[in-house]
Structures are given as C-alpha cells and as structure tokens.
C-alpha cells in the first residue's frame, strides 16, 4: 500500500472550517484513500473514503486531486469535539487482509 | 447492538503470565482483527480473521497467538508477556474483509511490568 504524508499538527479555529491535507504520491490506481480519526483514548473511527471523485457525507467532505496524488479532508465546521488525531489510509480496495496500515496522523487541535 | 466490545479496560501483567484479552460484536461481521498501539505512534495488526475458523498473521503476529470458533467472539492470546507487549489493545470487525469502513472497540490498555 501506498505510503501517506500528514502534517503533524494542526489549529482551528471552533466553527471554522478545518482543511486536513495528505499526500499520497505513489498511490495506484486501484488505491482508495480512507480517512478514519482518533479520539483521545478511544478506537479509530471511520470518516470517508474515496477512488478518484470528490465525496461528502454526514461528517466530512474529501477532495482528492485529479492526478490522485493528494488529497484534503474538510471538516466544514469544526467544534471542540472534532479535536482528535485524523489518519490518512491509502489501501486497495480488495486487500484481503482488510489491513488499515496507520501512520502518524495530523493531531487537529479545534480552539474555543 | 453494542458494536464491538473489549474487555478488560485495563490490565497489568507481570513478565511471563499470560493471559487473554476478549473481543466480541454483535453486528454478525465476518471479518475481526487485533491492532496494538504503542505510545505516539500509528495502529499496527497484529492478527485478523476473514470468518469462523480462520485465522492469519498480521504485521507483528509475534507473541500472540488468535482463534476464531465463533462469528461473535475472536480472543487474542498473549503466550507469556514481556515488557515490550505494553500497548493498547484495539480490535475491530466489517462486515466483510473488503468493506471499506471497520468498527474498533474502546480499547484494552495492558501493562506489562
């Protein structure tokens, strides 16, 4: 699987919008970028996931470049509870181990 | 439904004891897998299940051994427990082992002294 590159730490501001990037420069074509989040002592938990169109749901919106090569998540309005480290995952759609391979995560501060 | 539920929350170990840490879900998914989590860093697997009596080696399968009798339940086993094991323990299941979203558990914090 492809590997990803995150900044380490992020601020924003509570009711802003948050802009996480990720690079994935290696990525395949039959890579999906997934983002799950972590908050402080729980279990990872799902965001979205993506091929190669844009998509949004409930929670977040994903952007992904046309060359696929990077990508943003957009938390359109971040609240204190949104703090949390958020984990791009660039993986086969059919990986038979349904292996989520995490780095190190953006630790997204949300400030009052 | 409870989701994916782990237990204990917290556990200490002196080196050598063994002792098994449990995972059960209640969403009939076929697919169960075990990560750790050491201090700062990312989740790694340890071992994962694609159903009822199958079993296989993640990332860092060493030290650990899984079985899988039944669809709900899938325990994970620490064999004689060393100070290098002291991690947080987090399992997770889908539905099937292609689905894009996976449930983890709150997580089971082991001490290993």
């Known amino acids: 699987d492809a590997k990803t590159t995150q900044p380490t730490s992020m601020d924003c501001a509570e009711g802003r919008a948050a802009n996480l990037p990720c690079n994935h420069s290696t990525i395949s074509g039959n890579e999906y970028v997934y983002w799950y989040r972590q908050i402080h002592s729980q279990g990872p938990q799902y965001i979205i996931h993506?091929?190669?169109n844009n998509e949004t749901n409930e929670m977040a919106s994903l952007i992904i470049t046309e060359d696929r090569k990077s990508s943003t998540l957009i938390l359109p309005h971040a609240t204190l509870r949104d703090t949390a480290v958020y984990y791009c995952?660039?993986?086969?759609?059919?990986?038979?181990?349904?292996?989520?391979?995490f780095g190190g995560g953006t630790r997204l501060m949300v400030k009052p | 439904n409870a989701g994916v539920t782990q237990t204990p929350k917290f556990q200490v170990l002196k080196t050598g004891q063994s002792m098994t840490l449990q995972c059960a879900q209640d969403?009939?998914?076929?697919?169960m897998s075990w990560y750790r989590q050491d201090p700062g860093m990312g989740l790694r697997l340890i071992h994962y299940s694609v159903g009822a009596g199958i079993t296989d080696q993640g990332e860092v399968p060493n030290g650990y051994n899984v079985s899988r009798s039944t669809t709900e339940d899938f325990p994970l086993r620490l064999l004689s427990a060393a100070p290098s094991q002291t991690s947080v323990y987090f399992c997770?299941?889908?539905?099937?082992?292609?689905?894009?979203?996976?449930?983890f558990g709150p997580g089971t914090r082991l001490t290993v002294t």
């Open positions: 995952i660039v993986r086969v759609g059919n990986n038979a181990g349904n292996m989520l391979t």
């Open positions: 969403m009939n998914h076929e697919y």
């Open positions: 993506g091929l190669k």
């Open positions: 997770a299941s889908s539905y099937n082992p292609q689905d894009y979203e996976q449930y």
